[in-house]
């Protein structure tokens, strides 16, 4: 199954505004003239989404700006009214946001989002027709006392409930194990596409064997350039979610071309 692989930077509470400017210059600047066999998505802050929506889509974009898409870092559950501080769906239509981060574990774990918030609000990103990056992982704990695969199976089989075929086709998981993230430790090529072997088989399960092996499954937790090309071989990882090393254009754009030929 040929599927694009989609590399997408998740800035967390990094780059403002201005900061944004300044990361697009540059990194359109070395994209010029390259096509990657590969989707690339940036997920800023809430306050740069209007920058970049600015950036990439004023009339003069280049064919390479105009390719990248924008995702959101989360999104409410609800459609409006007295939520303070939350931004809907809606709102996040109007900066031509394509893709939407839900269930970070960042999200989970300092928020308390449930699995039952986290379905809340897949659903609600596809009535505004919004793609969800639906996260999911296991801490180190979890990994350690044997429960990896039943917390990955609790958390998608919660997470998509009552998601259509239809709907699940616009979907992307990306498997970030918490102890992972941010911590410099990458999971080793095995460790990954184990899981994501795993993640691949529970959908199958969910939604049959042909919508499993068009899904497309990141991998997230310190990736960097030195490691993209080896994850980005394993059979089924088909991208990856890339917080730390994504903040800078230079390391991310070496992902994007390390990833999207790899070795193998
Ligand atoms: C993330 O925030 O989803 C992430 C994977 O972060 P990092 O690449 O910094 O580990």
Redo the contacts with the bound molecule.
């Keep these: 199954m040929n599927r694009k692989p989609i590399f997408a930077a ?1 800035w ?1 509470m990094n780059l403002g505004p201005s900061a944004t400017e300044d990361f697009l210059k540059s990194f359109l600047s070395k994209t010029q003239g390259q096509a990657f066999p590969a989707e690339i998505v940036i997920a800023p802050p809430f306050v740069s989404l209007a920058k970049l929506a600015d950036i990439l889509h004023s009339p003069g974009a280049s064919k390479e700006a105009q390719a990248i898409q924008i995702a959101a870092q989360n999104c409410s559950q609800f459609d409006s009214g007295a939520y303070t501080g939350e931004v809907s769906v809606l709102m996040l239509r109007e900066f031509f946001v394509h893709y939407v ?1 839900i269930g ?3 999200r989970r774990a300092i928020y308390g989002e449930t699995d039952a918030i986290i379905n809340a609000k897949i659903h609600k990103a596809r009535e505004a027709n919004l793609k969800p990056i639906f ?1 999911i992982g296991e801490t180190l704990a979890q990994r350690e006392a044997g429960q990896l695969e039943t917390v990955l199976r609790t958390q998608i089989t919660e997470g998509l409930k009552g998601v259509s075929d239809k709907d699940m086709a616009e979907i992307v998981i ?1 498997y ?1 194990p918490v102890w ?5 430790v ?1 999971a080793t090529s095995q460790q990954a596409q184990d899981a994501h072997a795993f993640v691949r088989s529970v959908v199958a399960g969910l939604y049959g064997a042909d919508s499993a092996a068009k899904l497309r499954i990141q991998y ?5 350039p030195g490691n993209a090309a080896e994850l980005m071989a394993c059979p089924d990882i088909d991208g ?7 903040l800078e254009p230079q390391s991310f754009l070496e992902i994007i071309r390390n990833g999207s030929n790899p070795v193998s």
């Excluded at 992972?180 to 410099?184: K, L, N, R, V």
């Excluded at 990856?240 to 994504?246: C, H, N, S, V």
Aim: hydrophobic letters at 35%.
């Design positions: 998740n967390k981060i970070h574990s960042e996260c990306a970030e992972a993230i941010g911590t410099g990458t997230g937790g310190s990736v960097k990856a979610l890339i917080g730390g090393a994504a």
